[in-house]
């Protein structure tokens, strides 16, 4: 029998008027996964607003795959909307659709594999510009190296350069504000406070040099270039023949440049952080790549071949997920016994989900032998969803994957990154889930340094 809103329970420790708002903002990463000692489905106070977090892989399949139909994108995504307008994270499913089906052919397995050689490139060309002995503030490091890579597959180099230096300055704002604007009241909505202003102003800019550049491309069509910028402005629906317009194309460049910069870059540092802490997971990723690569570059031809590797970026990917997205209800719905009326925000945390107890034995630990198939077979496909389920999955997942193994080869083959006594890693809940910051030192792998 279905129930009603009201009978969903509520989570612990709610103010008057704030609501959880405090240890969301505060503690966020452990609020969200202590829900699931309430229920599947909780409810939570975003000051006045209620919110219901499923706390369940079960739920979080239902909400994603099969009564996807019902939902629309929630709270987290309207408030981003000034900056992403129609693209593939905030727009409804009519547009959704067809403008996935338009981009889907940029992101197929042949084109990913041409981009390999631009990230092959850019590790190279990081890993060579350390020194022996130095510091490198890994987290900044790579989280440049996560846009450069991303602006040089989207545009072509003679005119990418002013678009990074914005993205560089800009990204990390928006990612830094976003989850602030998503749990904050709604009376804070419209107010000038630094967060609102902060990224209401990054967001002008990273719209402007998009559409300088698409500006660019306009004024040179003749010339030959293979990017992703000019397969979108070529792409014709197989259906209408309709083409994107030119503000469609700037919205689903700053989507994925929003979604796929500072994933990969916090991946990428929780993935070297990880290794300095498992000297012995690390030598097996090295005997692998030693195997299977040897002292040549690494291409996308190997990367399926590179077993072990792949079950650490899993690993990775699992202990260091998203920590919030949402939903919004867009027709009523009944999910997890009760029934949702039309306008419901929903949220749910693939951080909270990937430490689940229930689904993974000892969840806070490393272990890529988790991923191994004989200890893997029995858990349910929807536990591990690192991109996301359903018609709503990144379509940049493949293109990212590769990116993080090419990056992990490239400067494993060269350096040992060792952590820099007297710092302690911590964990930071913006979009993503990073750390507070990672200084580590490059030591050469031809020495005993």
């Known amino acids: 029998m279905s129930t009603t809103l009201h009978a969903i329970p509520r989570a612990p420790g709610r103010l008057p008027l704030v609501g959880h708002v405090i240890p969301l903002v505060r503690q966020p990463l452990d609020f969200m996964q202590s829900l699931r000692s309430t229920g599947d489905l909780v409810r939570v106070d975003f000051g006045t607003l209620p919110v219901y977090f499923v706390n369940s892989a079960d739920l979080t399949h239902e909400l994603l795959v099969t009564k996807a139909r019902h939902m629309e994108k929630g709270r987290f ?6 900056l992403f307008g129609d693209s593939l994270p905030t727009a409804p499913s009519h547009i959704h659709r067809p403008h996935r089906r338009l981009m889907q052919p940029a992101f197929h397995r042949e084109r990913i594999a041409k981009y390999a050689r631009v990230m092959a490139d850019r590790a190279r060309a990081m890993a060579d510009a350390w020194t022996p002995g130095q510091t490198v503030a890994l987290d900044e490091e790579l989280a440049e190296h996560s846009v450069s890579t991303l602006a040089a597959t989207m545009f072509s180099a003679d005119i990418s350069r002013p678009a990074v230096e914005v993205m560089l300055r800009d990204v990390p704002v928006l990612l830094k504000t976003a989850m602030f604007r998503t749990v904050t009241p709604k009376l804070l909505d419209r107010l000038p406070i630094p967060a609102n202003r902060k990224f209401d102003q990054a967001a002008a800019r990273v719209r402007k040099v998009i559409d300088e550049v698409i500006a660019a491309y306009r004024e040179h069509d003749d010339r030959e270039v293979d990017d992703l910028l000019s397969t979108l402005l070529a792409a014709r629906d197989s259906d209408t023949g309709e083409a994107l317009s030119d503000l469609e194309v700037r919205d689903e460049l700053v989507g994925i440049l929003f979604s796929g910069t500072e994933t990969t870059g916090s991946a990428l540092a929780w993935a070297f952080h990880e290794l300095a802490a498992h000297p012995e997971v690390e030598d097996r990723l090295l005997d692998e790549l030693r195997s299977v690569v040897g002292d040549r570059p690494v291409t996308s031809e190997d990367v399926p071949r590179l077993e072990y590797t792949d079950r650490v970026v899993r690993e990775v990917s699992r202990l260091h997920a998203i920590p919030l997205l949402m939903r919004r209800v867009a027709t009523p719905v009944e999910l997890g016994g009760a029934e949702l009326p039309v306008g419901t925000e929903i949220a749910f945390s693939l951080y ?10 000892s969840p806070e630990r490393f272990d890529p032998d988790r991923w191994l198939p004989e200890r893997s077979k029995d858990r349910p496909r929807e536990s591990f969803i690192p991109f996301g389920s359903g018609n709503r999955k990144c379509i940049a997942d493949g293109f990212a994957s590769m990116q993080i193994v090419i990056v992990l080869a490239t400067v494993l083959s060269r350096w040992r990154l060792e952590p820099v ?25 031809t020495t005993s340094a």
């Open 421 to 445: 006594q007297g710092h302690s890693v911590r964990e930071v809940a913006s979009a993503v889930a990073h750390p507070d910051r990672l200084p580590m030192r490059a030591v050469p792998r």
């Open 352 to 361: 909270a989900l990937h430490r689940d107890p229930r689904l993974f034995e």
């Open 77 to 82: 995504f309207t408030r981003a909307r000034i």
